[in-house]
């Protein structure tokens, strides 16, 4: 990730515009403009860390001086206790930043967290766990950083950047060789094309039009395996389609490359973590 990338600046600034509005009431009314304080960004429970980053970037677009120690790396496994980061400096700019900065590095580190825990499920499997777009409006980028730095594979960012040839697109174009057919037409020979097939008579026509990837699309563990049978190596595999922690090893036997999991990031958990300011600590103004 290029934390210096404007596009994520552009974020933070929208995320402290919706918060502070035309300024923070409550702590310009009772802390003084030049009180300096410190405080300690901590993990309240066991989790994977993602967006730490992002701290400097929120509380330095407040106020450029204010300092940001990190003392965890994101991808890091820490347990309840850890101190992940401290601040100091002015102590309206934290007070006034700690919602945002909470916000990204919880959601961020519950999504880097699951996906650590579903890669540990399946480690002994020949196949990667991948995210899809059911990402919050505006965060994919963030929240597939997120994934990546949970043990995860992305997989299209958006519908700019790999061809996937869904149910929808199947219907209107009139079966899969129509859909394959006309991306072909129109792209040429030199980009991958992903298809989605829900039963065999689909994955048959998939099969003869020579895709580069198949998507098994809510089978059933029985009829995954027998599709990866037929498919036999001449296409990358990927399972999705309520998929569940409790179902993902049963997935993963079958043979399948990946498992896309869409509740990576559109049902998260969010990490516990908490910002306090650190008294006996605050600098004199």
């Known amino acids: 990730m290029n934390w210096r990338n404007p596009q994520?600046?552009?974020?933070?600034?929208?995320?402290?515009?919706?918060?502070?509005?035309?300024?923070?009431?409550?702590?310009d009314s009772i802390v003084a403009e030049d009180r300096q304080a410190s405080a300690r960004i901590w993990a309240k429970a066991d989790g994977v860390v993602a967006g730490l980053p992002l701290l400097p970037i929120v509380f330095q677009s407040l106020d450029p001086s204010v300092q940001v120690e990190l003392l965890a790396t994101d991808g890091q496994a820490v347990t309840a206790g850890t101190t992940l980061?401290?601040?100091?400096?002015?102590?309206?700019?934290?007070?006034?930043?700690?919602?945002?900065?909470?916000?990204?590095?919880?959601?961020?580190?519950?999504?880097?967290?699951?996906?650590a825990r579903l890669v540990e499920q399946i480690r002994f499997y020949n196949c990667r766990i991948?995210?899809?777009?059911?990402?919050?409006?505006?965060?994919?980028?963030?929240?597939?950083?997120?994934?990546?730095?949970?043990?995860?594979?992305?997989?299209?960012?958006?519908?700019?950047?790999?061809?996937?040839i869904k149910d929808n697109?199947?219907?209107?174009?009139?079966?899969?060789?129509e859909a394959v057919s006309?991306?072909?037409?129109r792209?040429?020979?030199?980009?991958?094309?992903e298809v989605e097939v829900e039963n065999m008579e689909q994955l048959a026509q998939a099969l003869e039009s020579g895709v580069d990837i198949i998507m098994l699309d809510n089978m059933p563990p029985e009829m995954m395996k027998e599709a990866?049978?037929?498919?036999?190596?001449?296409?990358?595999?990927?399972?999705?389609?309520?998929i569940t922690e409790e179902?993902?090893?049963?997935v993963a036997k079958t043979g399948v490359d990946f498992i896309s999991v869409g509740a990576l990031t559109h049902d998260v958990k969010a990490l516990d973590i908490s910002l306090d300011v650190e008294l006996g600590q605050e600098a004199a103004g």
Do not use: C, W
């Open 85 to 115: 980061a401290r601040v100091q400096g002015s102590a309206r700019a934290i007070l006034t930043g700690e919602r945002v900065a909470l916000n990204f590095l919880q959601r961020l580190s519950g999504i880097a967290t699951r996906t």
């Open 247 to 250: 179902t993902l090893q049963e």
């Open 130 to 164: 991948v995210d899809t777009r059911k990402t919050a409006p505006g965060l994919r980028m963030l929240e597939k950083y997120a994934v990546a730095a949970g043990g995860g594979l992305n997989h299209r960012f958006g519908l700019y950047d790999a061809v996937l």
């Open 8 to 27: 994520v600046r552009d974020l933070v600034l929208r995320a402290l515009q919706e918060d502070i509005g035309t300024g923070d009431i409550t702590t």
């Open 228 to 242: 990866v049978r037929q498919i036999d190596g001449r296409a990358l595999v990927e399972a999705s389609g309520g």
């Open 169 to 177: 697109h199947i219907a209107i174009a009139g079966g899969v060789l």
């Open 187 to 193: 792209l040429g020979h030199t980009y991958k094309i």
């Open 182 to 185: 006309a991306v072909r037409r």
